[in-house]
């Protein structure tokens, strides 16, 4: 039940940042609205910056709009679990986290040594899809 509710807690808080980020991308939200709180509001020197380049867009979308599907599937995964079903696929949804995390890795590196920022939703993102691997990974029968 911990594993199910950290899951489901990641998932939320990852398709957060996710919408967030795909919102600004495609000028339907300001980058620093009243509730963004102040550490993580964009600006262009960080996130904003980061939403431009092409490191943002590997696979033609912002990688962001790849997100929110993949925390929306985590999400059901983590009601599953709390539901005490098995996961269907487990194998294939460990594979997609691990693939993600690679991701992530290459997203992070890119951030810090092809474009010298710094965007603490970004690394938050990136942590985030690191412990979703992780609990997907130790995840045993919860029966």
């Known amino acids: ?6 899951l489901l807690a990641l998932s939320i808080l990852g398709f957060a940042i ?8 495609y000028g339907f939200m300001s980058p620093n609205q009243w509730f963004i709180p102040f550490m993580c509001r964009m600006d262009e020197r960080t996130c904003f910056f980061v939403i ?3 490191e943002a867009r590997v696979f033609g979308l912002p990688n962001s709009v790849l997100g ?4 929306v599937c985590t999400a ?12 269907p696929l487990q194998a ?7 693939s993600t995390v ?3 890795i290459y997203l992070a590196y890119s951030l810090l040594f092809t474009l010298k920022t710094r965007c603490i939703l970004c690394f938050t993102s990136h ?17």
């Not at 929110?68 to 925390?71: A, D, G, Q, S």
């Not at 059901?76 to 996961?87: D, E, K, Q, T, V």
């Open 1 to 6: 039940m911990i594993v199910a509710l950290a």
């Open 18 to 25: 996710a919408l967030y980020f795909s919102l600004v991308s």
């Open 52 to 54: 431009g380049t092409p």
């Open 68 to 71: 929110i599907p993949y925390h």
């Open 76 to 87: 059901g995964i983590a009601i599953l679990l709390f539901r005490r079903h098995p996961l």
């Open 92 to 98: 294939i949804v460990v594979i997609v986290s691990f």
């Open 102 to 104: 690679l991701f992530s």
């Open 127 to 143: 942590i985030i899809n690191v412990f979703i691997f992780i609990l997907l990974l130790v995840h045993s029968d919860p029966s």
